[in-house]
């Protein structure tokens, strides 16, 4: 499958599918190659952004914002060929909606309080050195700013 057709069938899928799609889509390419845990993480860092406003009210708004996540950094052209990690990556996405629609003090949070995550050995962001929330595997994820709900 082609990146550039994920986020065209996105578009027109009602609005809780498009995002379970965005979401799995940007664990494939964020962290196929990382534990299932620092998938959920990623995926957490996804939603929370998604509650605070700032980059969409949707994940996919989220996901698809410049430059903040794989799926605007890599070509439309490439091609999700792994079907093993494609599948693992659906599952923990809908696992991670599920439990983000759990009230806040219900949650299982990995990283709470994280807005960001980087793989620090390859990428020097401006924010790298803001409080560091964990690592998990390649990523560390961090609270570069406070994310209240409504971009509060």
């Not at 995002?19 to 190659?33: F, G, I, M, P, V």
């Not at 410049?66 to 490439?78: D, E, G, I, M």
């Amino acid at each position: 499958m082609k990146l550039a057709w994920i986020l065209w069938l996105a578009s027109i899928l009602p609005p809780q599918t498009a995002d379970s799609l965005c979401l799995s889509t940007t664990l494939y390419l964020e962290a196929r190659n990382q534990s299932i845990q620092g998938q959920q993480a990623v995926a957490e860092v996804a939603l929370r952004r998604r509650d605070s406003g700032l980059w969409g009210d949707s994940v996919c708004e989220v996901v698809t914002a410049r430059k903040q996540f794989a799926p605007t950094l890599v070509s439309p052209n490439y091609r999700l060929h792994n079907t093993e990690a494609w599948a693992r990556a659906v599952t923990i996405a809908l696992d991670a909606q599920r439990n983000w629609e759990l009230p806040p003090g219900e949650r299982q949070e990995l990283v709470p309080g994280a807005s960001h995550f980087a793989a620090l050995a390859i990428a020097s962001p401006n924010w790298q050195n803001a409080y560091r929330v964990a690592t998990i595997g390649d990523h560390t994820f961090l609270r570069v700013q406070n994310l209240a709900p409504g971009g509060t």
